[in-house]
């Protein structure tokens, strides 16, 4: 039996949830009526979904469709929003216009957010709704986050945060109002599979997004594969890519090589020998000149972990 099996601490763990259950709503009826930025992840579906609920009518959701979402995810996003319910805006942002955000430095999200909230003020302005939140929870006090500081500058709210709701609890309330996201692996935008300091370009995220799409018809679920650059003449154009993946995808201006994360569980199928060919030859496809598997697996941040190859194995599956 888990700790949270336990009939005591699980009654003072809902006890708890359910007191922050009760102060995000009172907050969100305080605001009157409410902007929320929508990505379709756990939290900000969770909030969109309260904020629709504390204040029917009066709540919207605005989704920035960028080449750093997955068509996936916007599909999904704005599938959830319909069978909920709540009215979503999608706005078309321009982050990649700004150079200080192509360039990847480390607080790249800083630019992209000040992008976003930069649309969402005039949008709440035209729509006449009085705050602008978004989905910082309490888990994410004490990390790097350049994005929030965009947030203090456009006077964002993070409810979820300010009622001290932490992801655990998120999922947990999300479970108990059925919302379609309870279990869903965090999900990064896919600039962040390129290392800061190497360029960001629709041309890599179509690439990254190909093959990310390739592993999930698969049946991987925690997925990442991160875009290295490679010293070297460009390389000659491939066959087109498979009908699966997404159109974008093309051959890149430097040889680069796909680093493949996969949940640490998920590991041994894709070592399968059948598993490792197809996703070599569908990655190559694409126009990756190599594929390797990470041994380490899927974490946070694993597109700057450049640790020496002496403290780290990769397995090849790549020609040339």
Known sequence: MSALDKPSVSNHFLGVVDAKLTSLRKSLEGFGSVLVAYSGGVDSVFLAFMAHQALPGRAVAAIADSPSLPRSELREALQIAAD???PVRVLKTAEFANADYVSNPLNRCYFCKHELFSQLVPLAKELGLAV?????NASDVGDFRPGAEAAKEFHIRAPLKEVGLTKAEIRALSARFGLPTTDKPQMACLSSRVPHGEAVTEQKLGMIEAAESQLRSLGFVDVRVRHHELPGAPIPSKSATSPQLNNLAAPPTKPALARIEVGASELPRLLEAT??????????????AHVTLDLLGYRRGGANDLAPTTSRLTTST???
């Open 275 to 288: 598993n490792a060919a197809r996703i070599a030859e569908e990655l190559k496809r694409i126009g990756y």
């Open 132 to 136: 602008i939140a978004y989905g910082e």
């Open 84 to 86: 909920f319910n709540f």
């Open 318 to 320: 790549a020609s040339g």
